[in-house]
């Protein structure tokens, strides 16, 4: 098995890294780039090429075998930020794994936001510079109280994904965004592709690679991928059609089942989560353990002090820690939540506590429903050679961003069990009936009670008290 980063080429080494950098000998140089990836998931490439020229490539799938296929755009800012530093969204429509072996979108479900300020930066310029940048490619502003701190940024979660505006990508597709003030870099995810149909663009430098991968040569700590490699460009003399072939070290794997429900237990509800699952086997790993990450609403509670799972550790908790302000006093989206067990578990059973909800008085409803995604379960490994892991073309992990990618090292992969649960986790949390202005008059007329009888007792005590005097 190769256990080194290589390229085969019909040309160069050098013609083949330009695919994944974006360089090229002859390139016209515009201001935004495309490459574009198509896995092929079927075991040949016959049939699939419909067209190819310069100006023009054209792609068919075999039926049942739809490409997979990751757009990756690289430009510069429309705008500068000079008080951010970075500043990372990931988006994802579908809390399912692709469970593609190549592109690594594996990150929760929903929106992820992260923000990084420049050294010795004002805090109001920052936050204004974030709400600035947010409202140009997601047409929205997040207020500074709602994001929490994490190990190296701050971040911002909401169940609900956000389209990218201004950047080439599809409606409802999984992307991630990377910003600095020196270079923009998006990556789309598109699943369940049957045809695709490239032509050439003055302003755009696009290159576009068709590959599958070779079983024969294959493990899945090491795949071999093979197929071709297209520049449309027709004010380039060169030869552009390469045939390519070179092996990558995924970070991601996927191996084994979990499946997550709520136990309804009054205020404190158990979320539950059966594992089926054992240490994976591939030659390259080390040192393994079980993890548990979970994104919690801010209408509950983990309570760190009693609520640790048997046999685990917290090592993340990020987050309001107050137990017991009412939801309504809470400010931040919410807690990130990581566990790691010292062996593989069955069943990890996690007791949340609920804060206090608003009074409705809108319907008969006794309970607020809550909606949580289930937790993201995974083995994480050291694996031997992990400098090979950042050399793929594919691999997406930085310095922030990932969820809980950014707690490991650079020699960690996963392995991710294939989560069986609904898409979301709903929990009902009891409220009361009524109404603010309700509550104040009864709470108004109470105190005035009070007083009355107050009054009344001193007076009356007076009274008695003159009285026997008297007598």
């Not at 083995?379 to 961003?401: A, H, Q, R, W």
């Not at 709470?443 to 007792?457: A, E, K, P, Q």
């Amino acid at each position: 098995m190769a256990t080194h980063f290589f390229f085969w080429m019909s040309r160069t080494l050098y013609q083949a890294l330009c695919f994944f950098f974006f360089c090229h000998i002859h390139i016209n140089q515009s201001t935004m780039r495309q490459r574009t990836t198509v896995f092929n998931p079927y075991s040949s490439h016959d049939g699939i090429v419909q067209n190819v020229n310069k100006t023009n490539f054209q792609l068919s799938s075999v039926d049942g075998y739809p490409f997979i296929v990751e757009n990756k755009f690289t430009t510069t800012p429309d705008n500068t930020y000079p008080a951010i530093k970075e500043l990372r969204i990931q988006s994802k429509f579908s809390k399912s794994a692709n469970n593609d072996p190549i592109f690594q979108f594996d990150y929760a479900p929903g929106l992820n936001i992260y923000a990084i300020p420049q050294a010795d930066v004002n805090e109001q310029d920052f936050w204004q510079q974030v709400g600035d940048l947010t409202l140009e490619v997601l047409n929205i502003t997040i207020p500074p109280v709602s994001w929490i701190s994490n190990i190296n940024s701050f971040y911002y979660h909401d169940l609900q994904p956000v389209d990218l505006i201004n950047g080439n990508v599809h409606e409802h597709s999984d992307y991630d965004y990377s910003f600095t003030n020196e270079k923009v870099t998006i990556r789309e995810l598109l699943t369940n592709v049957d045809s695709l149909n490239f032509n050439s663009d003055p302003n755009l430098f696009k290159e576009v690679g068709l590959f599958l991968i070779d079983d024969k040569i294959s493990s899945p700590d090491d795949l071999n991928l093979v197929g071709l490699r297209v520049v449309l460009d027709d004010t380039d003399e060169d030869q552009n059609i390469h045939k390519t072939m070179f092996h990558i070290k995924p970070r991601h794997r996927y191996f084994g089942e979990s499946n997550s429900k709520v136990i309804p237990q009054g205020l404190h509800p158990v979320l539950n989560t059966k594992i089926d699952v054992t240490l994976p086997d591939d030659v390259d790993i080390q040192e393994c353990k079980l993890y548990y990450y979970l994104n919690v609403n801010k209408s509950l509670i983990f309570d760190e002090f009693q609520n640790v799972p048997a046999g685990s550790q917290l090592v993340v908790n990020n987050g309001n820690k107050n137990l017991e302000l009412p939801e309504y006093k809470i400010s931040e989206w919410g807690n990130e939540v990581l566990l790691e067990f010292d062996n593989i578990t069955n069943e990890v059973n996690l007791t949340l506590h609920s804060r206090y909800q608003l009074p409705e008085n809108a319907n008969e409803k006794t309970d607020t429903t809550i909606i949580n995604t289930p937790p993201a379960i995974f083995i994480g490994c050291n694996v031997k050679e992990g400098n090979l892991l950042g050399k793929s073309p594919f691999d997406t992990k930085n310095n922030i961003g990932g969820n809980y990618e950014v707690y490991f090292t650079e020699d960690t992969v996963f392995y991710h069990l294939s989560d069986q649960s609904k898409d979301t986790l709903t929990i009902d949390i009891p409220h009361g009936v009524t109404t603010f202005d309700r509550i104040n008059s009864i709470t108004i007329l109470g105190l005035l009670i009070g007083i009355l009888f107050i009054v009344y007792s001193i007076f009356s005590k007076l009274f008695f008290t003159s009285k026997v005097k008297k007598d």
